[in-house]
Nanobody, 116 residues
């Protein structure tokens, strides 16, 4: 059974930090990119950041300089370090894995709320 297990969401004050983790099950073969999307209430799901097998990264403009994505290829795990969080970062964050063959897998989502 394919699984993406996410952790690390929660409530944080503006300016605070959170670290999200996502572990992909080992039966997902040929992983190309691992990343994070988010969906705020009433908005479409959007890419936050992703990272390819070789380490190249891609960030949404709104999070550049504040968020850092990293990856542990040996353990099929991706991390998102989120610093200087803003209320507009409030959303459900979804882990995403894309394989070289084009298959996509999604996590169940973890909620991040930024509020004072």
């Amino acid at each position: 059974q394919v699984q993406l297990v996410e952790s690390g969401g929660g409530l944080v004050q503006p300016g605070g930090s959170l670290r999200l983790s996502c572990a992909a099950s080992r039966n997902i073969l040929g992983i190309y990119t691992m990343g994070w999307y988010r969906q705020a209430p009433g908005k479409q799901r959007e890419l936050v950041a992703d990272i390819a097998t070789g380490g190249s990264t891609n960030y949404a403009d709104s999070v550049k300089g504040r968020f850092t994505i990293s990856r542990d290829n040996a353990n099929n795990t991706v991390y998102l370090q989120m610093n200087k969080l803003k209320p507009e970062d409030t959303a459900v964050y979804f882990c995403n894995v894309r394989t070289w063959s084009g298959q996509r897998y999604w996590g169940q989502g973890t909620r991040v709320a930024v509020s004072s």
